[in-house]
């Protein structure tokens, strides 16, 4: 609820950690596999955006990452004269990960389980689809 004189706040899209200096680079290195493979490299500046977006990464996008494509997790990393040589271990979704950790309660895991067994792979990459169609339509039109 907005008071008088008072302004809504407004969304802001921002490409680095707040206070982190020269972060650029790390946000990017991440963005590559989670943003622009989907979104390109557009600029989302409109505010009417965001709200679809936000819906599209922790529905489908994030559903489909995190149940079904694997990551590589690095184990260790072994200096070997001047080179370093990283050593990963086999790769899996981080719904293995979390059913693998002690640090998840029986509660969660079986949550957990539930919804993965509500999941279409096929489905989700439909909406994923369908969902990025309605974001470049709203950013076109509002543009």
């Known amino acids: 609820m907005a008071y008088l004189g008072q302004r809504p706040k407004p969304v802001l899209f921002t490409r680095a950690r707040a206070y982190q200096k020269n972060d650029n680079a790390h946000v990017e290195q991440r963005n590559w596999t989670r943003v622009r493979q989907h979104f390109g490299y557009e600029r989302y500046d409109n ?3 965001a709200p679809l977006i ?65 999941l279409n792979p096929f489905q989700l990459g439909r909406d994923l689809e369908t969902q990025k169609k309605r974001i470049e339509a709203r950013r076109r039109l509002e543009a």
């Open 54 to 118: 936000n819906t599209l990464c922790q529905g489908a996008l994030g559903d489909l990452l995190n149940h079904f494509l694997p990551t590589l997790k690095l184990e260790a990393k072994v200096r070997q004269g001047e080179r370093i040589v990283r050593k990963y271990g086999e790769p899996q979704t981080p719904y293995a990960r979390a059913l693998a950790a002690q640090e998840v309660s029986p509660e969660q895991k079986t949550g957990l389980q539930t919804h993965h067994a509500r």
């Open 47 to 49: 505010p009417a955006v």
